[in-house]
T-cell receptor
Framework: DAKTTQPPSMDCAEGRAANLPCNHS???????VYWYRQIHSQGPQYIIH???NNETNEMASLIITEDRKSSTLILPHATLRDTAVYYC?????????????FGTGTRLTIIP | DAMVIQNPRYQVTQFGKPVTLSCSQT?????MYWYQQKSSQAPKLLFH???????NEADTPDNFQSRRPNTSFCFLDIRSPGLGDAAMYLC??????????????FGSGTRLTVV
């Protein structure tokens, strides 16, 4: 699976949009971009995933560049409960490749 | 609600005394995983089961073993815990890889302390 690069930490004011970048310049054509987050002392939580097109769900939006070498997770109206470590993971959908490999992630702190 | 349940939430064990952590799931997922997460680090995969097929990561110490008696349950056995094995242990499940599958479901973890 392709390697990802994320900033180690970010701050965002409560109520503002939090934009978390991720570089995955070696991504292959069939690899998906997944985002998870981990709130302190809890298990990781799935947020969103995408292949080429931008995606939106009730939690967040995912913007993938046209060349697919980077993406941005957007939390549209950040709340204090969004303070967590956010992991960007690239994963192949191929049968037999079930592993999810975590990188170092971005520690997002929402400021009141 | 369908979920992944880990028991206990906190476990204290003595140095060298075998300990077992348990995980159950009601999702009927055929893949189950064990991750180790040390303080301020990302989760690290130890091994996973694809149905009954056991897949060990190359760098997982022999001290760590696993059992999956049926679809719903999976156990992590640490034969002789050392101080360096103190960590959060996370269980996760997923369906067999499906293109665009929406990912894993994690339990809340068991925090292991070795004294």
């Amino acid at each position: 699976d392709a390697k990802t690069t994320q900033p180690p930490s970010m701050d965002c004011a409560e109520g503002r949009a939090a934009n978390l970048p991720c570089n995955h310049s070696t991504i292959s054509g069939n690899e998906y971009v997944y985002w998870y987050r981990q709130i302190h002392s809890q298990g990781p939580q799935y947020i969103i995933h995408g292949l080429k097109n931008n995606e939106t769900n009730e939690m967040a939006s995912l913007i993938i560049t046209e060349d697919r070498k980077s993406s941005t997770l957007i939390l549209p109206h950040a709340t204090l409960r969004d303070t967590a470590v956010y992991y960007c993971i690239v994963r192949s959908p191929n049968f037999g490749n079930e592993k999810l490999t975590f990188g170092t992630g971005t520690r997002l702190t929402i400021i009141p | 609600d369908a979920m992944v349940i880990q028991n206990p939430r906190y476990q204290v064990t003595q140095f060298g005394k075998p300990v077992t952590l348990s995980c159950s799931q009601t999702l009927n997922h055929n893949v189950m995983y064990w991750y180790q997460q040390k303080s301020s680090q990302a989760p690290k995969l130890l091994f996973h089961y694809y149905d009954k097929d056991f897949n060990n990561e190359a760098d997982t110490p022999d001290n760590f073993q696993s059992r999956r008696p049926n679809t719903s349950f999976c156990f992590l056995d640490i034969r002789s815990p050392g101080l360096g094995d103190a960590a959060m242990y996370l269980c996760a499940t997923s369906r067999a890889q499906v293109a665009g599958e929406d990912g894993y479901t994690f339990g809340s973890g068991t925090r292991l302390t070795v004294v």
